[in-house]
């Protein structure tokens, strides 16, 4: 079991920057893939970007060039560095755990945070 909780959203404009934090609780978190998603009103959950237990990273094509995630695994956290954010960024964001992914931490994202709020204003 992993027990993940976000931090650090909130309400800001076009092309400032926000970090995003998830601690995460509980079982073996460095083995595991980790991502973050996010969900706009009205859209389906979405993968904004990823990061293997080697370290590699994959990002949505919407966010390539202006975030990026990393993880200390000393720490057991997890953080999605936004920058030049867009109104269309605005969403809820979900920082997931997958204990036995798919290819390139695709699939079997078994644990989840409860959410945070980023809002965009232009």
């Known amino acids: 079991q992993v027990q993940l909780v976000e931090s650090g959203g909130g309400s800001v404009q076009a092309g400032r920057s926000l970090r995003l934090s998830c601690a995460a609780s509980?079982?073996?978190?460095?083995?595991?893939?980790m991502a973050w998603f996010r969900q706009a009103p009205g859209k389906e959950r979405d993968r904004v970007a990823s990061i293997d237990t080697d370290g590699s990273t994959t990002y949505a094509d919407s966010v390539k060039g202006r975030f990026t995630i990393s993880k200390d695994n000393a720490k057991n956290t997890l953080s999605l560095q936004m920058n030049s954010l867009k109104p269309e960024d605005t969403a809820v964001y979900y920082c997931?755990?997958?204990?036995?992914?798919?290819?390139?931490?695709?699939?079997?994202?078994?644990?989840w945070g409860q959410g945070i709020q980023v809002t965009v204003s232009s």
């Open positions: 997931a755990a997958a204990p036995v992914p798919g290819l390139y931490c695709s699939s079997g994202y078994d644990y």
């Open positions: 509980g079982d073996t978190y460095s083995s595991y893939c």
